[in-house]
């Protein structure tokens, strides 16, 4: 049987397009941001453009061009929590307000996936949907209400 990996994606709605001085800060800290995620304990992947850094030149599922997609997968959720809230990462989180607008709904999705699987787009965007449709189940869950690998709810 093979283990299962953990795969998250985002979205965010950038208050002006990547050159604006609005969101500099962001555009600035993508390549550095992304190399910590690569070199963090338990990384496995992420979804990036043909320039091979980031995402921001791929062809997404939304017809908004200011939607930012990131996408990610993970041994585990304890891996992904240490690099999301105990690195810099962090920052830009408590921060996004600079350089983003409010998405209504949920803005980010986690689900279990088979080691050796790289996830879609749209099967990410189909794992958000049913988040929020749904709400927290173990096929799409949210950050705030996570499932194991056997589909029970954990405790923090």
Do not use: C
């Not at 690195?87 to 983003?100: A, D, E, G, M």
Request: no cysteine; proline share 3%.
């Amino acid at each position: 049987m093979k283990n299962k990996h953990l795969a998250q994606y985002n979205i965010i709605r950038l208050k002006d397009d990547l050159n604006s001085p609005i969101v500099k800060e962001f555009k600035d800290f993508l390549a550095p941001v992304n190399l910590l995620a690569e070199e963090s304990s338990g990384f496995i992947w992420r979804l990036k453009d043909e320039s091979g850094h980031s995402a921001t030149d791929l062809e997404t599922p939304y017809e908004d061009k200011l939607i930012f997609v990131n996408m990610s997968v993970w041994e585990n959720y304890e891996f992904l929590k240490a690099y999301t809230y105990q690195t810099v990462h962090r920052y830009f989180l408590k921060n996004r307000k600079k350089w983003s607008n409010e998405i209504e709904g949920h803005s980010a999705v986690l689900w279990y996936i088979e080691e050796g699987e790289i996830p879609t787009l749209a099967e990410a965007e189909e794992k958000l949907d049913l988040l929020k449709r749904k709400g927290s189940s173990p096929i799409a869950f949210s950050m705030s209400e996570v499932y194991d690998i056997w589909g029970q709810k954990r405790e923090e």
